[in-house]
């Protein structure tokens, strides 16, 4: 599915924006941009090289623990996310994906701009004719309206976590998990969104 230009345009704006402001991830933000500048299907799954995906750091209500999800293909604890499926405003995407992913409803941005950008590498699966590909994520900053959840059928588990837990160097995740929970509780200090 072929997206059009103004809605890419868009996208790049947003990412050159966020640039901009988070020098120690301009390089990462360029090259989503290069990809979505020259990849007219980039937000569909069918570019089998790579594709936009969408994803939330989902905070508990009082903005002191973060929502994950220990994956059921990946088996890692990760950040809610998916697929934009033809679906050109990402953050849309990020937010449909927590609620999808959680079974919580009301869940609302915290801002509507870009909160982090990666660039990951996800493993072939034979078994469902997948091969190796790119996830380009774009990551936004959502609030749930409270902590009770439902597990659906692409986690094994879902757990809210401190930030002093995703912190911590004896709990293994990614380093853009870290990162995440590192801009996170940066954002509650500044903010005294847990207080």
């Known amino acids: 599915m072929t997206a059009p230009q103004d809605t890419r345009e868009n996208l790049c704006n947003e990412l050159l924006n966020y640039a901009r402001l988070h020098s120690e991830q301009a390089d990462c933000a360029r090259r989503v941009i290069h990809f979505v500048a020259n990849t007219p299907d980039c937000f569909s799954r069918s570019h089998a090289s790579g594709h936009i995906t969408g994803s939330a750091w989902l905070l508990s209500p009082d903005g002191s623990m973060a929502l994950l999800t220990l994956h059921r293909k990946l088996g890692k604890w990760l950040q809610l996310g998916g697929h ?9 995407v990020a937010m449909r994906e927590a609620q999808e992913e959680s079974g919580i409803s009301g869940i609302v941005p915290v801002s509507a701009h870009i909160f982090d950008v990666d660039i990951h590498r996800i493993p072939a699966r034979p078994q469902a004719n997948e091969g190796a590909h790119w996830h380009y994520d774009v990551r936004y900053l959502l609030r749930a309206p409270h902590e009770r959840f439902c597990i659906s059928h692409e986690s094994c588990a879902l757990r809210w976590f401190t930030h002093t837990e995703l912190l911590s160097p004896s ?6 998990v870290r990162r995440l929970a590192k801009k996170a509780a940066q954002y509650n200090k500044q903010t005294h969104l847990s207080q």
């Open 84 to 92: 934009a499926d033809g679906d050109a405003d990402i953050l849309r």
């Open 171 to 176: 709990f293994s995740v990614d380093e853009s």
